[in-house]
């Protein structure tokens, strides 16, 4: 374990990870209703999905590097009902990142981690139904925002170590309202560090 603090702590050592990662990812304040000419309608939503991910980056410093990553969110059923009458749909989600990470060694092999940067967010493919034969298919709606993230992570060996945490998003999509509806993710991710 000495030698794995003594490779984490050589400033002139930068080093370049890949990893991969599961998770389940959600979405805040997406279900509501609106009002309409012809009533109330109610929106709803899949609030959690598995997701996976794929990540790269450098640590270029001990306590400091640079990550980024791609997470598929996961497809999510929509229904929209007003009265008698309703629609069903689904859209998937995902995004791309880019940001800044921080690590603090705090035992031998533990570390605390976090990152700040950027987060691009992708609607795909919406598709409603009010039929089995009546179907309309939508474009697709992204979205940048802040994106932060706090974690735990051990360190096994020299190449191989686990992290996990929770990561937020920032905006989706808008609501009925208008008002905006953000995604985040708790996930694990293995790293193999070259």
């Given amino acids: 374990t000495s030698a794995i603090v003594t490779t984490l702590a050589m400033p002139a050592s930068a080093q370049v990870y890949v990893g991969a990662g599961l998770g389940s990812s959600s979405n805040q304040n997406a279900n509501g209703t609106i009002v309409t000419g012809g009533g109330p309608v109610i929106f709803s939503m899949d609030t959690s999905k598995t997701s996976w991910k794929l990540l790269a980056g450098i640590q270029v410093a001990p306590n400091f590097g640079f990550e980024v990553q791609y997470t598929d969110l996961g497809k999510r059923d ?74 735990l992570g051990h360190q096994f060996t020299k190449n191989w170590s686990v992290k996990g945490g929770y990561e937020n998003f920032g905006k989706l999509m808008n609501d009925l309202n208008g008002n905006s509806v953000t995604a985040s993710n708790v996930g694990v991710n293995v790293i193999y560090s070259f």
Avoid: D
């Fill in 78 to 151: 929509i229904t929209l009902q007003q009265g008698a009458l309703g629609a069903q749909g689904s859209v998937s989600a995902e995004q791309y990142s880019f940001a800044g990470t921080g690590m603090f060694m705090f035992s031998p092999g533990w570390f605390v981690h976090g990152k700040l940067g950027t987060s691009t967010n992708y609607l795909n493919g919406g598709r409603w139904c009010v039929s089995a034969t009546a179907c309309v298919s939508s474009g697709k709606e992204n979205n940048t925002s802040l994106l932060w993230g706090v974690g």
